[in-house]
């Protein structure tokens, strides 16, 4: 039975492009000689590509990273809508050991490569703001609906720019997102009023913030009340992201400068 690459060349043949998902050196050798365009994809370039798209995250999910790697690929105008792009990625620790053929098309852009490549805070402090945001709109809090306001990065000139409605739970500790215990915690303050401030390396700054930018020139979907806009209009004035779960819909949406950038079903995600 062949290997993996006896077969490339069918599959390679008369696609627009390659992505090679974090390749090995001579994995990603094999297909400098040819006519199709080859794009890696990985954390860092390490085998030196001539065209190369950042992974920012591990995505564990290979679905998740070739949506990421095409998605990243099409903001760097390497790929367009309608092009066939073939993926070569890992699912086990082997190697390269998967081949998914993809014709591209505008629903992979949902804008969240520029999200997270383009955000002040870490990748995965992003991320796990994200998970907390979609497990609070899946599950709510007791059964019931609730809406919650993150703003993520920039955390000192948010922290300017709004000031407290209660006392701050998170004033003299030094707990981070993604620790199991302290998104529990996040999940029962968010029954209350007020945005929480997150630092851009994870550090939960403050609960209970009410912000306070300008919310001229803002321009949200209609039907999005007071915290998205509070969330566009912080973003607006800050380097900050803002991750919004809405309350009346469910839906999860990030901001940044002043506009709407990504919108997630929890129920689909």
Same mark, same amino acid.
């Given at each position: ?80 809508? $309608?092009? *066939?792009? /073939?993926? !070569? ?8 050991? #998967?081949?998914?053929?993809? =014709?591209? +098309? ?107 930018? $300008?919310? *001229?020139? /803002?321009? !949200? ?8 806009? #509070?969330?566009?209009?912080? =973003?607006? +004035? ?32």
């Amino acid at each position: 039975m062949g290997s993996l690459t006896d077969h490339l060349s069918d599959l390679v043949e008369d696609a627009d492009a390659v992505l090679l998902f974090s390749p090995t050196s001579s994995f990603h050798d094999r297909f400098e000689d040819g006519d199709t365009e080859v794009v890696v994809v990985a954390p860092d370039n390490d085998v030196d590509a001539e065209v190369f798209v950042e992974l920012p995250l591990p995505f564990d999910n290979v679905k998740d990273r070739i949506r990421f790697g095409i998605e990243g690929a099409m903001d760097a105008d390497l790929v367009t809508e $309608g092009d *066939e792009v /073939v993926c !070569i990625a890992s699912v086990f620790d082997g190697g390269s050991d #998967a081949v998914v053929r993809v =014709t591209v +098309d505008e629903t992979v852009h949902t804008g969240i490569y520029g999200l997270f490549v383009n955000s002040r805070a870490e990748p995965s402090v992003i991320r796990d703001v994200f998970e907390v945001a979609i497990e609070l709109g899946q599950k709510g809090q007791k059964g019931k609906p609730v809406g919650a306001l993150f703003v993520v990065g920039d955390a000192g000139k948010v922290m300017n720019k709004s000031r407290p409605l209660s006392y701050n739970p998170f004033e003299k500790s030094h707990v981070h997102v993604g620790d199991p215990i302290v998104n529990v915690m996040l999940k029962e303050f968010s029954r209350l009023d007020g945005a929480f401030v997150v630092s851009d390396s994870g550090k939960i700054v403050s609960a209970y913030r009410y912000l306070e930018p $300008g919310a *001229e020139g /803002v321009d !949200i979907p209609k039907g999005l009340g007071a915290r998205h806009m #509070a969330g566009g209009a912080i =973003t607006r +004035d800050t380097n900050a992201t803002a991750i919004v779960l809405s309350e009346s819909d469910g839906l999860v949406r990030a901001f940044k400068a002043g506009e709407l950038v990504l919108e997630i079903d929890p129920e689909e995600y």
